[in-house]
């Protein structure tokens, strides 16, 4: 079976030809300009690999409930040449395959649980902490949606107590976004996280802030296993501060076999950072199978 990815994300769009076993057999990366440029250029891409379906990872905020009338849209996003562009009607009127869709964060959520290191589990959630943070939350077996679909990083924050920073969101200031990602960094301590890798204060405020959002995760939704990926999270002493910043917050009130092995709890992904792409194709075979 071939089948057809698309990570769609804010910089780039990784397409990609797979299979049902999640196997990738080739992929190409474009940028993500206007529609006008960008979409011909992912068309062209697609319609002569003879794929039996398409599945699209998106940025978003983006519309998943299929009774709508702008389902497969992306809606209300800061990239404004894209606010209210039919994602799905567009490529699957140009290939005519069908096309399952979902965010960026749902589609590495589903990645790590189909083939990944929460693969066997009822409730997990895969956070990515980059240039913004979202997050992919399977419940019961299933993606989260809800209302719209989880903004997981945009949790309001308790600030550090040494922290006089305003906040970076232009919505909330001191969400989880605001106070921790990428530019967040940037902007508190005047240079990139990359440059800042032998400042033991700057990665500990960064602690605080991601395990306070994972403590609100755990008393509300119960996951059994948190990925935490994205770049922020490749200064490779971020987990072990995180693990420990989120047993000190947690205070001990709730007793798991799971929180007492906090190393197999909180876990980076497994899948060499083809969990995004891994996930569209199973978005692919699952809308394949949903128009059977």
């Known amino acids: 079976m071939r089948l057809g990815a698309l990570e769609a994300g804010g910089t780039k769009m990784v397409c990609a030809i797979g299979n049902e076993n999640g196997e990738i057999f080739e992929r190409i990366s474009i940028p993500t300009e206007t529609p006008e440029i960008t979409m011909p250029q992912i068309v062209e891409y697609f319609k002569d690999k003879q794929i039996e379906a398409l599945g699209i990872g998106c940025f978003g ?5 299929r009774e709508s009338e702008t389902y497969g849209y992306i809606t209300t996003t800061p990239k404004l040449a894209w ?12 290939l005519g395959v069908p096309v399952g869709f979902d965010t960026d964060v749902n589609g590495s959520a589903l990645g790590e649980a189909t083939w990944g ?3 066997g589990l009822e409730n997990s959630m895969y956070i990515t902490v980059g240039t913004g ?16 679909h989880p903004e ?13 920073y305003e906040g970076r969101c232009p919505y909330h200031k001191t969400c989880l976004e605001g106070m921790a990602a990428g530019p967040a960094i940037e902007a508190r301590w005047g240079k990139k996280g990359f440059e800042l890798a ?8 960064e602690a605080y802030y991601i395990a306070q959002a994972l403590v609100d995760y755990i008393v509300t939704l119960s996951p059994e296993r948190i990925v935490l990926g994205g770049g922020v999270m490749h200064q490779e002493h971020m987990l072990p501060l995180v693990r420990e910043e989120v047993k000190r917050q947690l205070a001990g009130y709730i007793q798991t076999k799971e929180l007492n092995d906090m190393e197999h709890y909180v876990v980076l992904p497994s899948l060499n950072d083809n969990q995004g792409i891994m996930g569209a194709l199973k978005l692919a075979l699952d809308e394949l199978a949903f128009e059977a």
């Open 61 to 65: 905020p983006i519309d998943l409930k």
């Open 83 to 94: 606010r209210n562009y039919n994602m799905v009607g567009e490529l699957k009127k140009a």
């Open 117 to 119: 290191i929460t693969k």
């Open 133 to 148: 943070i979202g997050a992919g939350i399977i419940t019961n077996g299933k993606l989260l949606h809800g209302m719209l």
């Open 152 to 164: 997981a990083g945009h949790l309001l924050m308790v600030r550090h107590p040494k922290d006089n």
């Open 198 to 205: 032998d400042k033991k204060e700057v990665w500990e405020m």
